[in-house]
Structures are given as C-alpha cells and as structure tokens.
C-alpha cells in the first residue's frame, strides 16, 4: 500500500504545480517612460556616412542657424496629420517660424509617421509625437539632439484647437522646448494658465472632432491610452 500512497502523493503534487503555473497572470506589458528629448537609442541611421546625408546632425549650436536657412527656402504651413481615428489639418503660424519650420522638417523627414499620441487628458490636451517604439529612437539618433528656444511672445493664447510645443524634462529652467513633440489644447475654453510658458505655433484647422475623440479614451494612471493611438502619416498640404 505504501507505493500506492506515494505514487497518489505524487500525481497530487504535480497537479498543484501544475495549477499554479497555469494561475500566474502574465505582467502587464510595461511601456518605456517617454523623454522627451532625444533618446539617444543609437541604430544604423546613426552610422550613415555624413557625405551622403541631406542635412547636417543636428545638435544645440548649429539647430538654430540650420532653421534660419531652412524658413527662406521652405514656406509651406499646412500640415494633415493622419490618425487612428481620423483626420486633423493644422495651420502653422509664420510668426513662430523656428517651430514652423521645424514642424515642417520633421514633416519631410517622415519622423511623425508611426509615433503616437502618448499624454491624452480628457477636457485638457492630447500630446503626441513619442512612441514605446525604437524606431522613433532611431529616427532622433539620426536627426539629431536639440532643442528650441521658446517664443511666447507673439500675443498667442492657448485656447481650444491650438498646438504647442512641451518644454524637455531635462533641467530646463529656461522651458527650452523638445522639438519632437507637440500637444493640442482639447480643454473648453482653453487652457490659458499655459500662456507664457509653453511656445504655440499653429492650430487645428479641421479635425478637433477628432482631437475629442481622441481625448475621450480610456488611459491608464500615466495617461497612456489603453490601446495606443497612432499617427499614421503627417504630410505637407500647403
């Protein structure tokens, strides 16, 4: 009898082994915390020979000479941007023209298609422009690390439908701006305690259905949307 006993007490002890493995809860995917400056993830963009690129990497001392001579030859200032839930055209101010332009560059460079709207705020903002993705890494690594000086003097408000640029989470005490990233002002009314503070640069010209639509899912505690909302294109239309 005692075999018998021990071989019951075996099969009992691989059961509940068994359960247990089959009860664990696989961990939530973690998503990478967004910087917003340059990651700095490196690739093979970042070992293109320099004679063949169209521009020069761009980093903190040759960014606004680079955009200076950029604004004279490229005026364009009408973007749509293509989302996962629709359309959203932008006009860009040429008052502003460090941030146009560099809207427009980042624009031509196709660095917005794939990112995605990673901050939404129901009645606040939507910020977009990151991605959980190393191949927006890699496109910063090969663009460059910089940022822009704020201008917020132009007598601009961050009302509703307006785009912004966010300052970088780096010490900043100057609210230098992360010249990747941009938010759009969803809130009712506006939301003019940012005025001063953060550099606005264009507006939503048509699309802020989209803008609510948007504003209006579900996020976790860090206000990532549950089901990660895409910028599938972003193109010049003027």
Known sequence: MRPIILLFIFILFLNC???????????KKETTTVVKEDVGVTGDEDTTDVSKRAFPKLNSKNAMEFFLQYDKKHKENKVRMTTDFGEIDILLFNETKFHRSNFIFLTKQKYFNGTQFYRV???????????????????????????LPPDTKRGFKHDRGVISMPSSDIENPHKLASPYEFFIVQQQGGAHFLDG????????????????????????????????IYIRNVEIID
């Open 197 to 228: 503070d953060y550099t606005i640069f264009g507006r939503v010209i048509r699309g802020m259905d989209v803008v609510d639509k948007i504003a209006a899912v579900e996020t976790d505690d860090a206000d990532w949307p549950l089901k990660n």
């Open 17 to 27: 082994e068994d359960k247990k493995s089959k009860n664990k809860t696989l961990p």
């Open 121 to 147: 705020i129901d009645n606040f903002i939507i910020q977009g422009g990151s991605s959980d993705d190393r191949k927006t890494g890699r496109k910063r690594g090969y663009i460059g690390k910089y940022l």
